[in-house]
Every structure is written in C-alpha cells, then in structure tokens.
C-alpha cells in the first residue's frame, strides 16, 4: 500500500514557476514508477510526465515538453514537478500517482493515487 500527498499548487501568472511534491509513504517508494497527471475542468485527467524507479528514464506530454521536469528522491520517498514558463491551459488539478510498472503513461495504469494539488495560472 502506498499513500501519496501532493503540495506546492497555488495561483501564479503565466510566464511563472511552480514546484510540485509528491511524499509517499511505505518503504517500497523506490520499485514503483511515478507520474503526474492533471484533469481541468469538463476534461479528461490526462498524462503530464513519468519517470521510473531509478531516475533515469522520464516522460513528457509534447505540449510541457522543455518547460516541465519531474525527478525523484528515493531517499526522500518523494516525486517532484518542477513547472517553468507556465500557461494559462495548464491550469488544473494535478495529481502524483504510482505504478508497480516500469513507466506508464496511461491513468488505468496506475495503482494509487494522491488527492491532488489545485494549479491555476492567471493570463
């Protein structure tokens, strides 16, 4: 069982950074895959960015692509987003998620969810 509490949502002016964290719980954090996920409203949730157990491979949607980066400290047992140059279209919850796969880029993937972080850029 693993529990995922997201932080660092907030209100911020396009062209803006945030940094989004994911803490999970349970001794096992560094076997699962992890990934970022975010529903706006009247949409679909959809995938933003993965990465697998060691760090070293990662995945981006094309359109956050050069301006988001997610990492992981296994020792920290948390999952970052680090957003940069944010839009007003990436406005909308975002949620952390674990996988028992190596990386997943599809929500049915995924095997807990955190309860999501709200992120709204003004234009």
């Known amino acids: 069982q693993v529990q995922l509490v997201e932080s660092g949502g907030g209100l911020v002016q396009a062209g803006g950074s945030l940094r989004l964290s994911c803490a999970a719980s349970?001794?096992?954090?560094?076997?699962?895959?992890m990934g970022w996920f975010r529903q706006a409203p009247g949409k679909e949730r959809e995938f933003v960015a993965a990465i697998n157990w060691s760090g070293r491979s990662t995945h981006y949607r094309d359109s956050v692509k050069g301006r988001f980066t997610i990492s992981r400290d296994n020792a920290k047992n948390t999952v970052y987003l680090q957003m940069n140059s944010l839009k007003p279209e990436d406005t909308a919850i975002y949620y952390c998620a674990a996988t028992k796969v190596v990386t997943a880029l599809v929500p049915g993937a995924y095997d807990y969810w955190g309860q999501g972080t709200q992120v709204t850029v003004s234009s």
């Open positions: 349970g001794r096992t954090f560094s076997s699962y895959g």
